[in-house]
């Protein structure tokens, strides 16, 4: 068992979906996978294990957050084994043309977070999605006549930011949408020589004002998954 992840060795998946929420975690386990296992109810943090067409898959409720994600991706890598990570997870549009509903497959992360300053100093390392898992997944997301786009996104320190016209300037260059955990899972990904991607569903427009509702939130969600998990 490692410190946050109360599973013994070989309970968990070489491939891994993160959803930032543990009853995200739950949900994927209950209506996606066959014969799940609760491995780990530690601090709340659900994680379960199953079978998807046969392949054996996890998944794992991380928390908000870059530090919160921090710690589940290291143990799972580091612990237990994991070596494909794939983030599932929603995220805020910073332009018109990518609607809600859309996905956004993230190549790339920037960041206003300090881990990777104390990580790096000042080398500014720009996290990257793994190639052959963005491959396949843009590759599966045409296949499956799916809306989505493929760039960077904002990974945010701050939900509720005290500059809130801040992100008008990542728009202007070409940055997607923003949310919270990416960066950090590329860069431990990268540090461990695993393979890690950010699959998201878009929430909500910043430039638009337009949003889902609860509901309209679970079905985008099922997409992401179906998408996610046809990686595994």
Same mark, same amino acid.
């Given at each position: ?80 084994? /994991?070596?494909?990570? &794939? @983030?599932?997870? #929603? ?7 990518? !609607? ?89 990904? /990268?540090?461990?020589? &695993? @393979?890690?991607? #950010? ?7 910043? !430039? ?25």
């Amino acid at each position: 068992m490692s410190v946050h992840i109360g599973a013994e060795k070989g309970a968990i998946a070489e491939t891994v979906l993160l959803p930032g929420d543990p009853l995200r975690a739950r949900y994927v386990a209950e209506n996606f996978l066959e014969d799940s296992i609760c491995y780990n109810e530690v601090r709340g943090m659900l994680g379960y294990t199953g079978t998807f067409d046969g392949r054996r898959v996890s998944v794992q409720g991380t928390g908000m957050g870059q530090p919160s994600l921090a710690i589940y991706a290291t143990e799972l890598i580091r612990e237990y084994g /994991a070596k494909n990570v &794939v @983030r599932i997870g #929603s995220c805020g549009s910073y332009r018109k043309e990518i !609607a809600v509903r859309d996905l956004v497959i993230a190549m790339s992360a920037s960041t206003d977070s300090g881990m990777n300053r104390r990580r790096f100093g000042d080398i500014d390392f720009a996290p990257c999605a793994d190639f052959e898992l963005f491959d396949r997944c843009v590759t599966n997301a045409r296949a499956a006549g799916l809306a989505f786009h493929a760039g960077n996104v904002f990974s945010a320190d701050y939900f509720y930011d005290p500059q809130p016209d801040g992100w008008k300037a990542l728009a202007e260059h070409g940055v997607l949408a923003v949310e919270m955990e990416s960066a950090q899972l590329y860069t431990i990904a /990268a540090g461990h020589g &695993v @393979r890690a991607l #950010s699959i998201l569903t878009v929430s909500d427009n910043l !430039a638009t004002g337009e949003a889902l509702s609860s509901e309209e939130r679970e079905r985008s969600f099922s997409q992401m998954v179906e998408l996610a998990l046809s990686l595994a």
